[in-house]
Each structure stands twice: as structure tokens, then as C-alpha cells.
């Protein structure tokens, strides 16, 4: 019961927190979730074994920056994100950290791209977070999520983070 009420708070504040991310207005509010949804949730599993499987997180390290991004799938549309980035070098480039997300339109897969978020706290300034949600109101299926973190040239690509919702 705790998940479904969980889900359905995080439904009604994802408007304000998804425009941390650079979500527009129309996509950052999650589709409503139904009582059918709630009511298979809380019949097939625990809600701690639904929030285990429903979280992923990927931790990309390499010479100039350190980042991770952690996932939490709240639908089969909607994810929260809870990211941060380090800058490593003190070389004047500012790693930077993008998520992209596999969804589809009327069944045709495609990318997408959050907003590139830039650490301008420089190497001494430890790790900058950012946090919102990923997704669309308009039913496109969001899949898995992903995470790139960049400096200067060189930037590294985390595999996907599957969304367990079906």
C-alpha cells in the first residue's frame, strides 16, 4: 500500500520538479495513475520488493569527471532522477551530464534527450546534484534511461537502466 501511495504523491508534484530537469510544462506531468494499476501492484508483490526492482542507478568515472545517476521508475511513462557529477581535473573544462531515454510514439522507438547539466563548481567544489523527473504525459512508453557525462572530448556512456513497468 505504501508504493501506491508513493506513486500517486510523486503524480501530483512531478509539474514543479520536472522542470529541474528542463522538462517543459506539457511533458513533465506524469499520466494518472489508474486504480486498476494500484491494485495490481499491491496484489503482486511487496511494495519493498516493487521499489527494489523499480530503482537502478550507473556510476561513470574516468579522468575529469565522476557522476552517477540513479532511477526510479514510478509508471510505465515516468521516472525520477536523482543525478550528480564531479569534476575530477582541475583543467577548465566542466564535465557535463545528460540523460537520454528509449521510448516510443505509436510504437516507433526513438531517443530522447534530457537537458545537459554542466558542474561549474570547478575540482574543488565536490559534486553537484540535480534531481526531477523523466517522462511524458502523452502516454509514449518510457523504456530505460541512460546516462552521459562528458569532458571536453571525451565522454562516456552508461548502459540502460530498463523500466520493469510494463
Not at 70 to 77: A, D, E, H
Request: hydrophobic letters at 35%.
Amino acid at each position: 500500500m505504501t508504493l501506491t501511495k508513493t506513486i500517486s504523491m510523486a503524480a501530483g508534484t512531478v509539474f514543479m520538479a520536472g522542470l529541474a530537469l528542463g522538462i517543459s510544462p506539457m511533458a513533465a506531468q506524469a499520466a494518472p495513475i489508474q486504480p486498476a494499476q494500484q491494485a495490481t501492484v499491491a496484489q503482486t508483490a511487496t511494495p519493498s520488493s516493487i521499489h527494489a526492482a523499480a530503482s537502478a542507478r550507473r556510476d561513470l568515472c574516468f579522468t575529469g569527471a565522476c557522476g552517477s545517476a540513479t532511477v526510479k521508475f514510478l509508471s510505465r511513462t515516468t521516472a525520477y532522477v536523482s543525478m550528480s557529477l564531479k569534476d575530477t581535473a582541475c583543467d577548465a573544462k566542466g564535465p557535463t551530464l545528460q540523460m537520454f531515454g528509449l521510448q516510443d510514439h505509436h510504437g516507433s522507438p526513438y531517443t530522447s534527450h534530457g537537458t545537459k547539466h554542466k558542474n561549474t563548481k570547478g575540482c574543488h567544489g565536490g559534486y553537484a546534484p540535480w534531481h526531477g523527473y523523466y517522462g511524458r504525459t502523452n502516454g509514449e512508453n518510457l523504456h530505460g534511461l541512460k546516462v552521459r557525462i562528458c569532458n571536453g572530448s571525451r565522454c562516456e556512456t552508461s548502459t540502460w537502466m530498463n523500466n520493469p513497468y510494463p
